[in-house]
């Protein structure tokens, strides 16, 4: 066997590849889901927000009340079909579940101490925070269109409250909860 | 200079070898991921992990989640030796032309 030096080179990129493929892969494991599931929350909820303003609070409640408990019960059945088992990774999952759960402690204590003054304000102050979150898990897990996709939310969410509050319900549905969706569906089409 | 490992060398076995190295150094894969990221068939696959089990560099290991048999298949410190050693001597066949175009030049 003599390889040359352009076939190595092409053989190399090609593990690379695969290397960077399958890392992907694995850890969207069940994000693909997740990530739709709170787009069509979001959807429905910044609609409710949109056009039934005096029901909002019983969108947001319920909508994130279903959308943990889907969460978490998505979370327990895929670790029976992972496709992976590694006890670096279970307790990789277990920090990260932590965290989450603190976040929202923290979230509504910090809600608790300085209510927002608005349902506008606090509606943008949850949405960024939740991005925040999630820009911090696609540095933590090197995953590029996670940190994009939440830079990009925050982005279009700041746009909304600056430019169209009138509008803002409406907007988020359409681009945030649309990118959640999309998000979820292109790692569920192109990462498999 | 060193050619690279011929057990690894084989399209299938490189490929699979570099989907296992992926993963973390404890971690173990699903054969069924495997097969099915690879297009290949159940006795496929067997013959070439067998081909890699025979020299050390993985390990399979068979077990039930529920009543349904699951096998799962790990690098071995020894397969992950040999998969650093076989991308080494990718990198030194690659910088080998750098060098005769070097001499080439002078």
Sequence with gaps: MDLTPQAAQQTLEDIRQLMRQTRAALAAEGADWILMLWGLIWIVAFLGTQFLPRQAPWFWWLGVGVGVLLTVSLMLGLRRWRKVHSESLRRLSWRIFGFWALLITYACLWIFLWMPPSNLKLNLYLVTLAMFASVVMGLWLEARLLLVLSLAVTALALAGYFFWPAYYGLWMAVVGGGSLLGGGLYIRLKWR | ?106
């Design chain 2, 1 to 106: 200079m060193e050619q690279p490992d011929p057990v690894i060398h084989q399209p299938v076995r490189l490929r699979l070898m570099a989907m296992l190295s992926a993963v973390e150094a404890d971690a173990q894969v699903d054969f069924v991921y495997l097969r099915d990221r690879l297009k290949l068939t159940d006795g496929n696959l067997s013959v070439h992990l067998s081909k890699l089990e025979e020299a050390g560099y993985i390990q399979q290991v068979k077990t039930f989640v529920g009543r349904k048999p699951r096998t799962y298949v790990h690098l071995t410190p020894r397969g992950r030796a040999a998969f650093a050693e076989y991308i080494a001597a990718l990198e030194e066949i690659i910088h080998s032309l750098g060098d005769h175009r070097e001499t080439d030049c002078s």
